[in-house]
């Protein structure tokens, strides 16, 4: 089970406004971009569900992060069906990402009251996520949208809390765009993480990268 309510998560992701996502099949290699990302002042990561066994490097991510980085709430992304969603929970999962609404996933999440996220890509999916108990929407592939999607919806919607994922970069420029529209964070995985870092193994590059995007949402949410 998770160490951190929905409700804790979610406060967590108004607060920093930033979820990185990032993964590996490699334990060791996920491990120190999770403590890079950390150690940059992130205090989300999702792991992307992508690869064999991608819940095995989980399961350990998981129990290092319960020891070493008590305060990271390490969630799983790429989720399509209740029954993987129910692995990563027992797993140590605190948040579920998904690419789609899912009312399946919904249900099983909300009877553990573990926070869920599912891709909405219009008005209709919003609302019936939220009927579905979700606290912040995934809108995705955010760059197809932009930001002018995430202020129409906050127009009529003042409470719905918005992620864009797909299409955010660590610029003032992106990120001061997304923000302004009015989205709650968002969700930056190659853009942040990139495979150069990770092959060349520049984890101070990563840190780096989390710092330069944290400051940039800081100053333009303020």
């Known amino acids: 089970m998770g160490r951190f309510s929905r409700i804790e998560v979610a406060n967590v992701m108004k607060e920093t406004g930033l979820v990185p996502l990032f993964f590996h099949n490699d334990i060791e290699v996920?491990?120190?971009?999770?403590?890079?990302?950390?150690?940059?002042?992130?205090?989300?990561?999702?792991?992307?569900?992508?690869?064999?066994?991608?819940?095995?490097?989980?399961?350990?991510?998981?129990?290092?992060?319960?020891?070493?980085?008590?305060?990271?709430?390490?969630?799983?992304?790429?989720?399509?069906?209740?029954?993987?969603?129910?692995?990563?929970?027992?797993?140590?999962?605190?948040?579920i990402v998904t690419p789609v609404l899912r009312e399946d996933i919904a249900i099983v999440c909300n009877r553990r009251k573990v926070m869920w996220s599912p891709g909405c890509g219009s008005l209709t999916e919003i609302c019936r996520a939220e009927e579905l108990g979700c606290e912040v929407v995934k809108l995705f592939p955010g760059g197809t949208y932009g930001?002018?999607?995430?202020?129409?919806?906050?127009?009529?919607?003042p409470w719905t809390s918005i992620m864009p994922t797909g299409g955010v970069s660590p610029t003032e420029e992106n990120l001061k765009g997304w923000f302004d529209a009015g989205a709650t964070c968002v969700g930056m995985g190659s853009k942040l993480i990139t495979k150069d870092m990770v092959k060349n193994e520049d984890y101070a590059g990563i840190q780096a990268n989390c710092e330069k995007a944290l400051e940039i949402i800081n100053a333009v949410r303020n």
Request: charged share 20%.
């Open 30 to 95: 996920a491990k120190k971009v999770t403590k890079a990302c950390y150690d940059g002042g992130a205090r989300l990561l999702e792991f992307t569900s992508r690869g064999d066994f991608a819940h095995e490097v989980f399961g350990e991510l998981s129990k290092y992060c319960n020891k070493e980085l008590p305060n990271m709430v390490l969630g799983v992304g790429s989720v399509t069906d209740a029954a993987s969603a129910s692995i990563y929970m027992a797993l140590g999962a605190n948040f």
């Open 147 to 157: 930001p002018g999607f995430v202020k129409a919806i906050k127009g009529p919607q």
